[in-house]
C-alpha cells in the first residue's frame, strides 16, 4: 500500500535495527485518512471471505480495525491486556510476550463476543515475532469460530512471525513489508504480485 510505505519512510522513526516508531500516524496519534484508507486495503483482501468479526488486541489494533469492521458492516473486539472487573467470567484467555514491553501479560476476551459460528479476521499493527497474533489465533481456536487469517498494517519481514502463522496453514496479508531497519533507514520488500 504505497500511501502507507510513503507515511513510514516520511514520518517513521528508526530506533534500532528491529524497531520502527511511527507514533505520529498508528501508535499514539492516529491519521484517521490513512485509517480509512487501510480498512479499504484489507476490506479489498478478505471481502469474500464472509468475516463476521474482526478481532485485534488493544490499544493499537482499535483503530485499523474499527475502519475494516466499518466497511465491512461487522463488529470489532479487541482483546484486553489488563485484568478488568467487569471482565471475570467465561473469558478465552492467552498469555502473550510483548515485543516492545520485554513482558508477558494475559490477554482475554469474553465468550459473549466469539462464537462458534464466526468467522473471524485478526488485525494488528505490527508484525514481528508473531507472539500477540499467536495469542489471538489462540483465543479463535478456544471458541471453535473460523478464522479467515491475519491481516497486518507492517510487517518487519526479517522476523519470524509470517514463517509461525503461515505454518499453520493461516493467510497472512501485510499492508506494508519492511525487508530491513538497517543503518538507520526502512526498506521495503517488493510487494508480492497479488
Ligand atoms: P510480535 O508479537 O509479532 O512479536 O510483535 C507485535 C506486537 O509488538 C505488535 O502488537 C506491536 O504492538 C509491537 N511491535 C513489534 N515490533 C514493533 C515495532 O517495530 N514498532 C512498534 N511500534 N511496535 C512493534
Do not use: C, W
Not at 485509517?35 to 479489498?44: A, D, H, L, R, T
Not at 458492516?73 to 467470567?89: E, H, M, N, Q
Not at 508477558?104 to 485478526?122: F, Q, R
Not at 530491513?180 to 526498506?187: D, I, Y
Request: hydrophobic share 40%.
Amino acid at each position: 500500500m504505497e500511501r502507507l510505505k510513503q507515511k513510514i519512510v516520511n514520518e517513521g522513526k528508526v530506533l534500532s535495527a528491529s524497531v520502527l516508531k511511527v507514533d505520529s500516524f498508528l501508535n499514539h496519534q492516529i491519521d484517521p485518512e490513512l485509517m480509512q484508507g487501510i480498512g479499504e486495503e484489507f476490506v479489498s483482501r478478505f471481502k469474500d471471505d464472509g468475516i463476521t468479526k474482526i478481532l485485534t488486541l488493544e490499544s493499537s489494533g482499535i483503530a485499523p480495525s474499527v475502519m475494516t469492521a466499518l466497511q465491512l458492516g461487522v463488529p470489532t473486539v479487541f482483546a484486553r491486556k489488563r485484568k478488568s472487573l467487569t471482565l471475570i467470567d467465561n473469558l478465552y484467555s492467552a498469555e502473550v510476550y510483548s515485543y516492545t514491553k520485554r513482558e508477558s501479560s494475559t490477554i482475554s476476551v469474553s465468550m459473549d463476543y466469539i462464537k462458534n459460528d464466526d468467522v473471524v479476521l485478526i488485525i494488528d499493527d505490527f508484525l514481528a515475532n508473531g507472539q500477540a497474533a499467536q495469542g489471538l489465533i489462540h483465543m479463535v481456536e478456544q471458541s471453535g469460530a473460523t478464522l479467515a487469517g491475519v491481516g497486518i498494517v507492517i510487517e518487519k519481514g526479517f522476523q519470524s512471525g509470517r514463517k509461525i502463522i503461515e505454518e499453520q496453514g493461516i493467510r497472512v496479508e501485510s499492508l506494508a513489508v519492511i525487508s530491513s531497519l538497517e543503518n538507520g533507514k526502512v526498506t521495503f520488500k517488493e510487494d508480492s504480485p497479488r
